[in-house]
């Protein structure tokens, strides 16, 4: 008896050893899904999300309009009402309550230059005639500006986003004459706005507007065939309309720049949002094409105004592809639904080149003070809320690498609130955390992946495995089942599509990884 009892309190310890070794099993388990990966939460560190004037303002009478109503914008007059864009200037509150829900601290958007300044000032004496005119529109701006305030959102303000009056435009715009119009208007805005903006931006995307309206002619005025011509300069012989419009741009940046800091002796961070994209050359003969990529998108322009922001904002979406010809849709890599190849590497591997660029080997500069870093666009179009999860999270984790290894980032901002038009491409792209049901009066409907994450780290500042593990999911069991989502590119990688058109899930692994082969060419 005694020795079965002694098996019985030995099968039974076992017993309960064994369910301890497995509830501490489970725990370490649990504790290492719930394990935080990333945190951002200890660091002076912001969230933040965005929109601008001429994506989201109705009633704005202005190049963009007249661009679509003569045919030149894809998904624009198969979309229910497309004039309305999202009704910001009539109804900011709907967007700005979307924005505050998301948890973050910082707005940013933008005043229309065109909508304050809609007639034709005396050019030959811009800086005194170009000021605001439509008092009005100046109100309603002060109360978006209060409403997003009062929601506890700091404001970043953009004075140029791809949208300049009409006057602007058909008098020349930026090549053909000083910068004196806009630095007028702007300086009207700076006064009237200071006290209660947080960071300015001067320009969003420069040498993204010069490319696509002088060189490719793809934005207004647009013209039918690219003009090559005009993305060359040679010293003493030629500078093309894409160099003389940069040089525009820098006068009025440089000129606000210093209004801001040395005649109102304001401290307000300035900078630019400026667009910078992974290049990969696809052979040995496009490398140069690459390298010109690079020379004239990532560099050109911050070389020239660096000594003069107190902050480097990037836009990064993803890489490019640069074939001999121009730019490609490469099979077996995955992209957003605008054509933007997917590479989360790409936003790490950008940092640690600018960051050697202009911190370490001080290129172009006179100042030695360290710039910080803000990320004032980051995001994806898709419309089935698959990828995006794992893009927010990748993204995020890239960029804490950067910051790891002693790189400043001071915020992440992420594009966009609502779906709405992405200029070129119409409503076909779909960037936001909400969508838009365009037919049932602009109604917003969360797209629950994604707005659930981006909040859950916006108000923690911390990713966990878990996020990062159930993120990858939805994109594994995608590729697994061999599943589509919509395009809104055609295969060349440049046509805008006004019904967008299926794709298969690439069957490649685009998350983050510090090792990653897939390298920009030297």
Not at 97 to 106: E, F, I, M, P
Not at 194 to 211: C, D, G, K, L, Q
């Amino acid at each position: 008896m005694q020795i079965i009892h002694s098996k019985i309190c030995l099968s039974f310890l076992f017993l309960i050893s064994l369910l301890s070794f497995s509830t501490h099993a489970q725990i370490i388990n649990s504790d290492s899904k719930s394990a935080t990966i990333a945190d951002f939460s200890k660091q002076s560190f912001f969230f933040g999300i965005a929109t601008a004037p001429a994506h989201i303002e109705e009633g704005l009478d202005d190049s963009w309009l007249e661009f679509a109503k003569a045919g030149k914008v894809a998904a624009f007059y198969n979309q229910p009402i497309p004039e309305e864009r999202l009704r910001f200037f009539t109804d900011y509150k709907t967007e700005i309550d979307l924005a505050a829900s998301t948890g973050v601290q910082v707005f940013r958007m933008g005043v229309d230059w065109g909508r304050l300044v809609p007639n034709k000032p005396d050019l030959s004496s811009c800086g005194k005639s170009g000021g605001i005119q439509n008092l009005e529109a100046l109100k309603r701006y002060d109360e978006m500006v209060d409403y997003a305030l009062s929601k506890d959102m700091k404001i970043m303000m953009t004075l140029f986003h791809h949208s300049p009056p009409k006057w602007f435009i058909e008098a020349g715009g930026w090549p053909a004459h000083n910068s004196d119009c806009f630095v007028k208007f702007s300086k009207d805005v700076v006064d009237h706005f200071s006290s209660r903006v947080s960071y300015w931006i001067t320009f969003n995307e420069p040498a993204v507007y010069n490319m696509f309206v002088y060189v490719v002619g793809i934005w207004p005025p647009g013209f039918s065939s690219p003009k090559p011509a005009e993305a060359i300069s040679i010293p003493g012989i030629h500078k093309g309309d894409f160099y003389k419009a940069c040089d525009r741009m820098v006068e009025a940046h440089s000129a606000l720049f210093k209004y801001i800091h040395k005649d109102l002796g304001l401290k307000t961070p300035v900078g630019i949002a400026h667009n910078v994209a992974w290049h990969k050359a696809t052979s040995t003969l496009s490398e140069v094409g690459a390298m010109a990529s690079r020379n004239s998108m990532n560099y050109h322009f911050l070389d020239l105004i660096i000594d003069q922001v107190d902050y480097i904002g990037l836009n990064y979406y993803g890489a490019e592809y640069v074939t001999t010809t121009g730019l490609a849709i490469k099979d077996g890599v995955e992209y957003s639904d605008s054509g933007r190849a997917i590479d989360p590497y790409g936003l790490y591997g950008l940092l640690v080149k600018l960051n050697q660029r202009y911190n370490v080997n001080l290129t172009s500069r006179k100042t030695k003070n360290k710039l910080p870093f803000i990320i004032t666009e980051n995001g994806v179009s898709e419309s089935g809320d698959i990828i995006r999860p794992a893009y927010i999270v990748e993204h995020l984790l890239a960029l804490k690498e950067a910051m790891n290894e002693g790189i400043n980032v001071l915020g992440f901002i992420y594009w966009t609130v609502s779906d709405n038009w992405e200029w070129a491409d119409g409503y076909c792209p779909k960037f936001g955390l909400f969508s838009v049901d365009r037919a049932n009066n602009l109604a917003r409907i969360p797209r629950p992946h994604s707005f659930s994450l981006f909040k859950d780290i916006a108000t923690s500042g911390v990713i966990t495995q878990d996020q990062r593990d159930q993120s990858w999911d939805r994109v594994a069991v995608a590729q697994k089942t061999a599943a589509s989502r919509l395009m809104c590119r055609d295969a060349d990688g440049k046509t805008s599509l006004d019904v967008p058109v299926q794709r298969l899930f690439a069957k490649t692994d685009w998350r983050f990884n510090k090792k990653n082969t897939q390298k920009e060419n030297p």
